[in-house]
């Protein structure tokens, strides 16, 4: 991984925004046991056996033959391969942006023709240094345009589409169209050893035939553990289920629920710590994942300890920045072809020099390393979910101040312009998910924000500005005094007379 030296190096020269010194009232270990008897390692991803994949071209010419040797009447007069499998190799942090861009490519960093054997929450090939972008795995439409990207064609396959097959009117019967690809999979997964023992239990079942195996549709619930709230939903979470190259994927509802495209055996269950606007990392490069049990079943998952929880932890706040209710402030930095999406790196062990977390707005848009960090422990011990949460929000809140003022312009700003906005965005989106929350205010850490909000502070002679107004005047304003003048001219407010002596009280 990373050179550590150099990092202390780099944040000497440029400065990283950091929340130092929070308090923490609850700094209890988190101890909960996983509510399920499938358990994840908080290590990397081992693989186990290859996988003789029965969607692969070749394994389903081979069972439609079968099929049609055994007299069966067919839709078509012979399978063409309708997706490839695929591996691109980014050279930077570029091109795996460009990858990420494309909202049609789902990638993994493991290979998808392989079993796993210990699941654990990230991987990278150990054949490449640890310093390289590890390669994206994807299965794409056949016809689809290619990336500019170094990449190899893997193989071709064939996955039948019920749903869609089940309203094509133009096939010689409909449903015999679907019995016959139905017996197709059945007979490709025959050929190729991949019948589950679980499937052959199902021959008992009444009205099982085993060449009309029933599909299913992966679905669950996922909650999680939080300190302070106890069991809650986990919203926007982005499922995977898949099973060699057949995979499917949809984020979570409201309620932590999710139900996608049919399968007929069983898949391997995850979650991929990744959104469009944002993604999570296993410290300084590993894509976060969950990677969950392997069933045919509803997957009904609550997460409680761990690195897992963390990593939950950082993206409920993430969410809600992005795309919940932020009371009036701008989302943070938006993912498209000239600006990556925002990538936080969670690091399972305390700082240095005992910080929560950093961000950092100095690097080239060809860098690797995450835009923000968040440690998941201080000296004191593990940090809660509560802390998790608002230091996550903070260290957003620089990337929107950037984002804000265009990242040139904001080099140069002052640290306490820059950590007193951030802390006041800490306090406003945090206490709407815990009631009565307030950070620590010290140092540079000013509790301005929250004073000229409500007036509730250190000095309470100013009240009624809005997030959005104090927000809107920070815009290219890097100086403490240039803030306050902005704040005086742009807006009028009862209390405006007394926001200089506010100033100078912080």
């Known amino acids: 991984m ?5 990092i202390a190096i780099l944040a000497l020269c440029f400065g990283l925004f950091s929340c130092e010194k929070d308090k923490l009232e609850h700094n209890d270990s988190i101890t909960s046991t996983e509510e399920q008897t499938h358990k994840v390692s908080d290590g990397m991803v081992v693989l186990g056996e290859k996988i003789n994949d029965p969607y692969a071209i070749y394994n389903m010419k081979a069972a439609y033959s079968n099929l049609k040797s055994a007299g069966e009447d067919a839709p078509v007069d012979e399978i063409q391969p309708n997706k490839k499998y695929l591996r691109f190799l980014p050279k930077d942090e570029i091109e795996w942006d460009l990858l990420k861009t494309d909202t049609s490519l789902v990638l993994y960093d493991f290979p998808l023709d392989y079993e796993i054997e210990v699941y654990g929450t990230y991987y990278h090939d150990p054949e490449l240094p640890d310093t390289a972008i590890t390669w994206q795995y994807c299965v794409v439409p056949i016809d689809k345009e290619i990336p500019n990207i170094h990449h190899e064609l893997l193989y071709e396959v064939f996955i039948p589409n019920f749903d869609t097959l089940e309203l094509d009117t133009t096939l010689k019967s409909t449903s015999n169209s679907v019995n016959f690809y139905e017996q197709l999979v059945y007979e490709s997964y025959k050929l190729t050893g991949n019948i589950q023992q679980s499937d052959d239990n199902l021959k008992s079942t009444k009205g099982w035939n085993p060449f009309k195996p029933k599909r299913w549709h992966p679905s669950g619930r996922i909650t999680v553990h939080d300190d302070f709230l106890g069991s809650i939903p986990l919203e926007g979470a982005n499922v995977h289920a898949r099973w060699a190259t057949h995979m499917e994927d949809c984020n979570t509802n409201s309620n932590g629920e999710f139900s996608m495209g049919g399968f007929i055996y069983e898949v391997n269950y ?13 410290e300084d490069w590993g894509q976060a994942w969950y990677n969950g049990p392997k069933q045919k079943g509803a997957w ?68 690797t390393w995450p835009d923000l960090r968040v ?7 593990w940090r809660n979910t509560q802390d998790i949460y608002a230091t996550t929000i903070h260290e957003i809140a620089h990337a929107s101040h950037w984002d804000l003022s265009g990242k040139t312009t904001f080099i140069g700003t002052d640290t306490k312009v820059a950590e007193s906005w951030a802390r006041g965005v800490q306090w406003h989106l945090t206490r709407m998910i815990y009631a009565g929350y307030s950070p620590e205010y010290s140092g540079n850490y000013t509790g301005i924000v929250e004073d000229m909000v409500d007036g509730v502070g250190g000095y309470d002679q100013v009240s009624g500005y809005t997030m959005s107004e104090l927000e809107g005047a920070l815009k290219e304003k890097k100086t403490w005094n240039s803030w306050r003048d902005n704040i005086i001219n742009s807006y009028n407010n009862g209390t405006e007379g007394n926001l200089q002596a506010l100033f100078n009280f912080w």
Do not use: C, M, V
């Open 375 to 381: 440690f998941g422990e201080r000296s004191s011990g």
């Open 270 to 282: 995850s979650i991929k710590w990744d959104r469009y606007e944002f993604g999570i990392r296993e």
């Open 300 to 367: 009904n998952l609550h997460i409680s300890s761990d690195k897992s929880l963390r990593y939950a932890t950082i993206h409920r706040a993430a969410h809600h920045y992005y795309y919940g209710n932020t009371g009036g402030i701008k989302r943070p930095p938006q993912n498209s072809w000239y600006n990556r999406k925002l990538i936080i790196g969670y690091y399972h062990r305390k700082a240095n020099d005992d910080i929560n977390g950093d961000a950092n707005p100095y690097w080239p848009s060809w860098y």
């Open 2 to 6: 990373k050179n550590k030296f150099f």
